[in-house]
Structures are given as C-alpha cells and as structure tokens.
C-alpha cells in the first residue's frame, strides 16, 4: 500500500513537471526572441519604442527598453560596457563614447555586415557619420549607424516676443526689432531686456542655459558660446597641441562672455541647471528663451501650455562663425550581447529608408539623407530648417576614448569659472590645457 | 525534589535528540577547535570583503591602471601617484574643504548637542515628547534630507530663505544657499549639524543620566557651586561619552558623501567638493583607478592615523 502511494506521488510529479516544461517552452521562445535596447529617457527614447511595435511585428523579435535618466545615463551605461555586461544588445550610445567603445571592444564593428546588407554610410548626413560612427575619427571604421541627429539650439516665447508694448520698448532701446537673435551679443541684448521683467502678473526672467556640474551640462552649454567665437580644440596642424587654440583670446572673450549671460540673465538659482531643469523653467513660463537640445523641440511644440503659436526655434547664435554644438548618438550592437544577429536585424530594419521617415514624423531625428534633403523637410516642422542648418556646423566634444577624464576637467575649470567665481576665463582655460595634457601624455599621445 | 523548569526540559529534550556519534564528534573538539569552527567564517568574510579589497588597491595605487581600460593592462609606475595626488593643489582645496566642514560640524553638533542634553536631562514635563521630536533628523535617510533640504533653500520658494528674509527684510530670493561661493559651504554645515546634532544629544544624554546623583549631593553638602559642579563633576564624567561622539562622527563626516552629493554636488564649482566626492570622481567618473586608488589610501592612513591618537587620548581620559 505504501509503496503504491509512493509510486502514484511520483507519476504525478513527473506529469506535472512534464505539463511545466510543455508550458515554458513559448516563454522560453518569446525570451530568445527578444531584444533589449538601452538608451537615455527622454521623449525621442518614447518615439522609438511606438516605433519599434513595427519591427517585432515584421520579425517577431519583442524588444525590452532600458532607459536611464540623462543625469546617470553615462555612469550607467559606461559601467554595463566596462563590466562587459549583457543587459543591452543594442545600446544607443553617445558621440563621444565612440572611441573608447571601439578600442575596448565594447561595439561590434559594422563595416562588413553595412556591406554585406548594402547599407551605405552616403545615406547618411556626413556630419553625423563622421560624429556617431566612426573611429579612428573621419576613417571608414563604423560602429554605429547614426541613429538621432541632434544638435544644441534656442526656444523662445513668440508670444512675448510680438507684444506690440514689448516690441516697441525694445526697439526703442535697442534701435532693432524684438526678433530672434543672429549673434550672442543680440541674444545678451533680449536676455536683459526680460531678465527681472512681470509678464501677465508674473516675474520671468532672461534665458534658461546649460550650468550642470556633475555630467556634461556646463560644457555643452559653454561650448556653444565656445564655437561661436571660433574655439578649436587643437592645432589642425598638430594634433592635441592646444596652446592658442583652447585658451585662445576669442575663446577666452567666449566663456567670459557665458558668465555675462549667466549672472545677468538667469532665474534665481540657476546653478546647476541642464535639460530638465531648462525644460521645467521655460514650460512654467520663468524664461524667455531656452537652450536645450533640437530633440525637445517636438515635444515642447506639442506642449498644451507653452507649445503652439506660442513659441518660436532658432539656430545657437553666431559670432564669429555659425557652429553649434553636437548632441545625438549613434546605434551600436553590444559586443557582449548573445543576440548579436538580431541586433543588427533591428539595425538593419531601422536604417532603411521608410522606418527614417517615420522616425522623424514620430519625433526622431532621422540622419537619413531621404529624409533630411527631402525638399519638402524644412516645412515639416517648424523647427526643422533650423535643425538642418545647426547640422551643417556642428562641433563635438573630444571623443577620445578618454573623453570622461577630459570631460569633466572641463566641467569642473568651466563651472569654477562662471557659476563659482573662481579665478578668471584664462586661468580657467590655462588650467583646462594642464589638465589636458596631462589626460593625453598618460594615454601615450603627448 | 524542585520541578524543571521549561528551559531545562527543552535542554534536555535537546541533548537527546542529538546524533550520538555527532555528540561523540562535537565532545571530541577541543575549545580552542570549536571556537575557530566559529569565528572562521567571519574571518573569511572580513578578508574577503575588507582586507582583499584593501590590499589590492594598494597594489593598484602603484600602476596606471584604469578600470574602464582594462585591455590596455597596467604598468607599475613606483610613487608616481602619491607623488600626484600630494602635489595636486586641487586635492589640497579639497582637504581644505572636508576640514572646514568637518571642524564645523564638529563643534556646532558638540555644543548644540550638549546644550540640549542639558536640557532634556532636567526632567521637565513633555521632555519625552521633545526627546522624540529631536531625535526625528537623524531617523531619516540622507538623500531624503539633502533633497527636502534643497527644496527648503530653493531662492524662488524655499522656506528657509523666506524664513531668513521674514528676519531680515531682504528680498527672499537676493541669496542662494547653494549657488553662492559663500554660502554653499555654510549651507551643507547647516543640514548636517540639524540631521546629527540629536547624535550627539543622546550619547550626552546617556552620559549625564549615568552620573549618580550622590556626586551632586556630596558637593551641595560642600557648597559646591553649581557652575563649579558643571566643571568639576559634569564634564568630566560626560567627557569619554563626548568625546566617543565626536569620534563617530567625525569619522561619518571624513567620509561625507551622500548628503552633500544630493544637495549641491560638489558646488558650486568646487567649493563643497569633499575629499570623498572628489575620490568618487576620480575613480568612477575619470576612471583613474590607479591615481585614485593612492588618493584613497592616503586618506585611509589619515584617517586611521588621527582615530588612533584620538583613541588613545579617549582612554587616557577614561582612566583619570
């Protein structure tokens, strides 16, 4: 009797286990039929995932997400690659990291399967190649396929801008018309005409600019003044001879001049302000104008209270020349990754020409050139002229596979300098070529 | 014949129930066996976790290496790093930055500390309710604190500057806690000594009920005044207890990170950057393992060093 009861116990076991495994099997399929892509959180990050219900329902491959707030998203993304970590197959890196991930095997080398799938870099806006996909820099070694064009630029409230009583107390002390500004002098001019000014009962203040400490925001802020005068980052002759070209006197005019603007012109407390932080002041209407990156420029025109008619976009100032500065990332394929063929099924799937178009109507700035040199682009959007002239002189940070070492050398010179008072602009920049150099004698390149 | 009791029974019921060739193996042990059967697997836990990890940052503090390079291998580069670290006036600015935060921490939670102490330990009505209320800061998280905090010195709508410009009459939003070179240092001083002054209250509290009244009593018979009884009998005998505070802390605050990271991040500029925080920099957002990892064992020796000649000076006032 007993022993029945053992026997009957154990072919129950068996058949559940077996009804168990009969069960798994789809869940187990589902699981190796699913990718994960790792990008920043911030709206394009939501536009592609509307997007991508379009490849798993051609390929039957599920995609997973892993965003990360822009705040962390290099430390964390930076430390999965370093760690040689699984979790993203995809990972939609930044520009500058291109070096480092190539060098370190961090990124799968496209060059052969661009080949092989008949995927040409020519589709593509050179500025963007060269920026998210090659390294050594401008050779044909791809990386990535530029995945989001995007570049640093201005929004500003139209609305205020076209009060007849604001237009004409400008021009009467400025002696030109309330429009968007050509140079960082006009845009100065604007900043102070609203700095500390009550609007509809409410005190608003001049411009929202990039003043981070701890990641990139101080740099990419100040490098948009930075290029304008002219800044290089080295003798075009020589490479990483820096002497006269970082700490030139155009380049130190431009940072003292971001000081200027960010003592005279920004709201209260505005000490250590990047994206959200800009976002959050300009859509509860504190600024008049806002730096931020073109891929919140959708999002912004979308907005039901600061969007609309009501705002305008243009193009970061020239001064000297007309240059912004280069945001946007590429696609890269994760060497570590176990799925490899159907990442680059997902990039093959994402670089032709009809996912591109609908990338840039779902907010995506495609780099595609069927899409941007389409006649009819500039008129799709209202910030989209602008977007395609910001394009056209974009300048990027070092993208050295140091680039975090001399990242935040450059954080910490530049943010002691103008939001900290501390010492002048060319000591700082003096201080940032002793920094520099010291980063490249240790990489074996001075 | 007196019943056992239930521990007893269980006791029993215990011994019986054990194996008897395990009860043979056990009873075979010697002490000294038995107590390295116990204490070895903590000791493995240390090493594994603590002196592992200590010695092999010293040996990385030697080379060039670089955690997010690690292809590129290391190279033993001597006292490069130390040399580096040391004569980096950056570093100096830093430490000069911890000290100033840590000696007004120090002396502010201390006298805030013990002033309160004093005060609770009278016994007036309530004082269990205001022991509670005080004690509330320290309960809390760090990054909860440094991020409540920094909405309460916020220009446009932060209490504190409204607090201060109710006081004052100044326009609440002429001053930045956190964006002024000035004040950046003072405001992190501020949070601390509010979230860790109840620290200090109640090591000294524990201190001043331990004194046995009968000392009192014997110096009132003397006509000891009550200032002389402060001096000669109260912070004598609270002053192993203070001063093991201090120590805490001290060694919390050398290490403070988390809560001025949340508050101004090291800013502006440099100007709270702590020597913890410029560490973390260095080795996790550079990648200069090998030059940070010199950074760290110098402040490790610092640390140990000052703590041991603190501890010493503890025990010599201990035994007086």
């Not at chain 1, 994960?36 to 379009?54: G, H, I, R, Y």
């Not at chain 1, 004409?168 to 005409?193: H, N, V």
């Not at chain 1, 940072?255 to 960010?262: A, G, I, P, Q, S």
């Not at chain 1, 959708?298 to 039901?304: A, S």
């Amino acid at each position: 009797m007993k022993k029945g009861w053992i026997k009957s116990m154990l072919q129950t076991a068996a058949g559940a286990a077996l009804a168990l495994t009969v069960m798994a099997a789809p869940s187990q399929k589902a699981q190796a039929q699913s990718l994960t892509l790792c990008w920043a959180a911030w709206d394009p990050a939501n536009a592609l995932v509307e997007m991508s219900k379009d490849f798993t329902a051609q390929s039957g491959i599920e995609m997973n997400f892993e965003f990360v707030p822009w705040p962390n998203y290099a430390d964390r993304m930076l430390n999965e690659l370093n760690s040689g970590g699984k979790l993203c197959d995809l990972l939609i890196g930044d520009s500058q990291w291109i070096g480092g991930s190539a060098e370190n095997g961090h990124y799968v080398k496209l060059n052969s399967f661009f080949d092989k799938e008949g995927i040409s870099m020519d589709d593509f806006l050179p500025a963007t190649v060269y920026a998210y996909s090659t390294w050594p820099k401008g050779s044909p070694n791809y990386w990535a396929l530029p995945a989001m064009g995007d570049a640093n630029g201005w929004v500003y409230r139209k609305d205020w801008f076209s009060r007849p009583a604001l237009r004409s107390e400008f021009k009467s002390k400025y002696g030109r018309d309330l429009e968007p500004p050509k140079t960082w002098t006009e845009m100065k001019d604007i900043a102070e005409f609203f700095q500390g000014r009550d609007i509809d009962g409410k005190r608003v203040y001049g411009a929202a600019i990039f003043t981070e400490r701890g990641s990139e925001g101080i740099t990419m802020g100040a490098t948009g003044a930075l290029y304008s005068w002219g800044f290089k980052y080295q003798n075009p002759n020589k490479p990483y001879d820096m002497e006269g070209f970082v700490n030139s006197p155009d380049a130190v005019a431009a940072l003292e001049f971001y000081k200027e603007l960010y003592k005279c012109c920004t709201p209260p407390g505005y000490t250590d302000s990047y994206m959200s932080e800009g976002l959050d002041a300009f859509k509860s209407g504190q600024v008049a104008m806002m730096m931020n990156w073109f891929a919140f420029f959708p999002g912004l025109h979308k907005d039901p209270v600061v969007g609309g008619d009501k705002i305008g976009f243009f193009v970061n100032p020239g001064q000297k020349v007309e240059a912004s500065t280069l945001g946007g990332q590429g696609i890269s394929v994760v060497s570590y990754s176990e799925k490899k063929d159907q990442a680059l099924e997902y990039i093959k799937w994402f670089a032709s020409p009809e996912v591109q178009k609908k990338w840039w109507s779902l907010g995506g700035y495609s780099c595609h050139k069927s899409v941007l040199l389409d006649p009819g682009f500039a008129n799709t959007q209202p910030f989209a002229a602008d977007f395609l002239k910001a394009m056209d002189g974009v300048q990027d940070f070092w993208q050295e596979p140091a680039y975090a070492e001399l990242l935040l050398a450059m954080q910490k010179r530049v943010h002691d300098f103008v939001v900290a008072d501390q010492g002048t602009a060319q000591e700082a920049l003096d201080k940032l070529i002793e920094d520099w150099t010291e980063t490249f004698e240790d990489e074996g390149k001075l | 014949m007196p019943r056992p009791s239930i521990l007893q029974k269980i006791a029993s019921s215990a011994a019986v129930a054990t194996p008897a060739p395990v009860a043979r193996q056990v009873r075979g042990l010697s002490d000294r066996a038995i107590a390295w059967l116990f204490v070895t697997p903590t000791i493995l836990l240390l090493l594994a976790i603590n002196i592992f990890p200590l010695i092999w940052t010293i040996q990385l503090s030697f080379t060039n290496y670089k955690a997010n390079r690690a292809a590129r291998g290391e190279k033993f580069i001597g006292l490069r790093n130390y040399e580096r670290v040391l004569g980096d006036a950056d570093i100096w600015i830093t430490l000069q930055t911890t000290a100033h935060f840590l000696i007004w921490t120090m002396l502010l939670q201390v006298l805030l500390g013990f002033g309160l102490a004093w005060l609770l330990n009278k016994q007036f009505k309530g004082h269990s309710f205001w022991t509670t209320l005080i004690l509330l800061p320290m309960m809390l998280s760090p990054a909860v604190v440094g991020n409540f905090w920094r909405f309460l010195y916020q220009p446009q709508i932060g209490l504190f500057n409204y607090i201060i410009a109710f006081f004052t009459g100044a326009d609440p939003s002429s001053f930045e806690m956190l964006g002024d070179v000035n004040l950046a240092p003072w405001s992190i001083v501020i949070v601390d000594t509010w979230m860790w002054t109840p620290y200090i209250m109640l090591i000294c509290l524990a201190g001043l009920r331990s004194i046995p009244d009968y000392i009192y009593e014997a110096a009132e018979v003397d006509r000891a005044s009550k200032w002389r009884q402060f001096w000669s009998i109260t912070i004598p005998m609270i002053l192993p207890f203070l001063m093991l505070a201090v120590l805490f802390r001290a060694i919390e605050n050398f290490k403070m990170f988390d809560l001025v990271v949340q508050l101004t991040n090291g800013g502006p500029g440099s100007v709270t950057e702590l020597a913890s925080i410029n560490l973390k920099r260095e080795a996790f957002e550079k990648w200069r393992t090998g030059y940070s990892s010199a950074f760290a064992i110098i402040l490790f020796v610092t640390v140990f060093g000052v703590a041991n000649i603190y501890v010493k000076a503890l025990n010599a006032v201990k035994q007086r």
